[in-house]
Nanobody, 123 residues
């Protein structure tokens, strides 16, 4: 499966952005999809994930502000980001695989990755 992330941009603190991760290939509904981010000179961080069943996972740093969802008819997973903070500034990547997981973390290895989209939050 190939993944294409989009929707990033420059936004002021407190603003919102909606990222999209669109997949090509068959059986997208069977895949779990996750978002990770990497700020300059920092390690990759897990952000959020959604299982094929619709179950969701969030990093503590984004709980209550970010919402992940999926539209299997459009082969797309969304990440609605509200109340953005300067510390959310990073390159955001979506990733997918067929593994059923109880949890995700910063080191979760995914099989397929998109090229990412830049999110910049100004103070």
């Amino acid at each position: 499966v190939q993944l294409q992330a989009s929707g990033g941009g420059l936004v002021q603190e407190g603003g919102s952005l909606k990222l999209s991760c669109t997949a090509s290939g068959r059986n997208f509904a069977d895949y779990g999809v996750a978002w990770f981010r990497r700020a300059p000179e920092k390690e990759r961080k897990f952000v959020s994930a959604i299982a094929y069943s619709g179950g969701t996972h969030y990093a503590d740093s984004v709980k209550g502000r970010f919402t992940i969802s999926r539209d299997n008819a459009k082969n797309t997973v969304y990440l609605q980001m509200n109340s953005l903070k300067p510390e959310d500034t990073a390159h955001y990547y979506c990733a997918a695989d067929l593994h059923l997981r109880r949890y995700y973390n910063d080191n979760t290895a995914m099989d397929y990755w998109g090229q990412g989209t830049q999110v910049t939050v100004s103070s």
